[in-house]
Nanobody, 121 residues
Framework: HVQLVESGGGSVQAGGSLTVSCVASGATHMSSFCMAWFRQIPGNEREGVASIAQDGRATYVDSVKGRFTISKDNAANTLYLQMNNLKPEDAAMYYC???????????????WGQGTQVTVS
């Protein structure tokens, strides 16, 4: 079983930057999993933001390309999402997800964190 704990959310002005993190723990290592960031605002479906496969290849939703960067530190079992030039429409609860299969931004991930809130004013 894998546990995911996000941190780093907060409030930032439009145009600012923020980095959220996700620490994985459990019976295996992050290098074995495809990892992803999703976001959700109340009343909307959860949206895939970025994913990083076991081999390090990253994918992004079009709305964040050029502004967000997903990365991971396998030794530290930590996933990151660096967010630059934040816009009000980026405000949401951000969730970390993990799965043994390379799901990219499909929503069928097995493991989910509890989320960290990002507010953009």
């Amino acid at each position: 079983h894998v546990q995911l704990v996000e941190s780093g959310g907060g409030s930032v002005q439009a145009g600012g930057s923020l980095t959220v993190s996700c620490v994985a723990s459990g019976a295996t290592h992050m290098s074995s999993f495809c990892m992803a960031w999703f976001r959700q605002i109340p009343g909307n479906e959860r949206e895939g933001v970025a994913s990083i496969a076991q081999d390090g290849r990253a994918t992004y939703v079009d709305s964040v390309k050029g502004r967000f960067t997903i990365s991971k530190d396998n030794a530290a079992n930590t996933l990151y999402l660096q967010m630059n030039n934040l816009k009000p429409e980026d405000a949401a609860m951000y969730y970390c997800a993990a799965d043994a299969f390379n799901l990219q931004m499909a929503r069928w991930y097995t493991y989910w964190g509890q989320g960290t809130q990002v507010t953009v004013s």
